[in-house]
């Protein structure tokens, strides 16, 4: 029975200490945040833990679909650029042409 209850609680421990880490180097958090997550962490031990790696992976997700995000739109006005420079004097398209040939002629 002493076993059991030295295990659960060296788990517990281990992920507490696991998600204190990973709040402590999560450096884009205000301080107060921090220190509020870590609270947390040890004030309610197992729920605190999960909610806070939770909390952890989510923002971790967002920032990579922002960078994503920017990567693309940068993507998007390079090849625009490139497009637009290499097509200078081309007419738009659905602009009139001068051949007068259209479809309704």
């Known amino acids: 029975m002493d076993t059991i209850v030295l295990g ?3 788990g517990v421990v281990l992920l507490n200490g696991f998600a204190s ?11 107060a945040q921090r220190i509020l ?32 995000r920017e990567a693309f739109a940068e993507n998007v006005s390079a090849y625009d650029d490139t ?13 009139d042409s001068s051949d007068g040939g259209g479809a309704g002629d």
């Open 8 to 10: 659960v609680l060296a």
């Open 83 to 95: 497009h637009h420079s290499a097509h200078d004097g081309c007419a738009p398209v659905g602009a």
């Open 37 to 68: 997550q870590l609270a947390m962490i040890w004030l309610l031990p197992v729920v605190g833990a999960v909610v806070c790696l939770s909390f952890l992976a989510t923002a971790q997700t967002s920032d990579a679909q922002e960078l994503d």
């Open 21 to 31: 880490l990973r709040v402590l180097r999560n450096h884009p958090a205000p301080p």
